[in-house]
Nanobody, 115 residues
Framework: QVQVEESGGGLVQPGGSLRLSCAAS????????MAWSRQAPGKERELVAS???????YYADFVKGRFTISRENGKNTVYLQMNSLRPEDTAVYYC?????????WGQGTQVTVSS
C-alpha cells in the first residue's frame, strides 16, 4: 500500500521561509510526476508546482520566483522551498504523486503565514 506523507508546515511570519517535504513509501515504481497543491479555507484546491521525472517544472503564477520544487534523485521524495511567504499563502499543502494512471495524495500539512 502506497503512503504519501508531508512534513514541514507551521507558523511563519510574512516574508519568512518554510521547506515542505514529502515522502512516499510502499511503491516499487518511481512516480512519473510529483506536485504540491494547496487549499485555503473556503477555496478550491489549486496546483502550486509540479515536477515530472523528465525534469519539466510548472509553477503557478502566484508562486513564481518565490517557491522552488525539487526532487531527490531516484526517490519518491519531493520538496517545496517557500520563500517570501505572504498571508495569502496560508493553506493546507498537499503532496501528490502519479504513476501508471494512479494518483496518490498525502493528508496535507498546514502552513500559516501571520504576524
Amino acid at each position: 500500500q502506497v503512503q504519501v506523507e508531508e512534513s514541514g508546515g507551521g507558523l511563519v511570519q510574512p516574508g519568512g521561509s518554510l521547506r515542505l517535504s514529502c515522502a512516499a513509501s510502499g511503491s516499487i515504481f518511481s512516480f512519473s510526476a510529483m506536485a504540491w497543491s494547496r487549499q485555503a479555507p473556503g477555496k478550491e484546491r489549486e496546483l502550486v508546482a509540479s515536477l515530472t521525472e523528465g525534469g519539466i517544472v510548472y509553477y503557478a503564477d502566484f508562486v513564481k520566483g518565490r517557491f522552488t520544487i525539487s526532487r531527490e534523485n531516484g526517490k519518491n521524495t519531493v520538496y517545496l522551498q517557500m520563500n517570501s511567504l505572504r498571508p495569502e499563502d496560508t493553506a493546507v499543502y498537499y503532496c501528490w504523486g502519479g504513476v501508471r494512471a494512479r494518483n496518490y495524495w498525502g493528508q496535507g500539512t498546514q502552513v500559516t503565514v501571520s504576524s
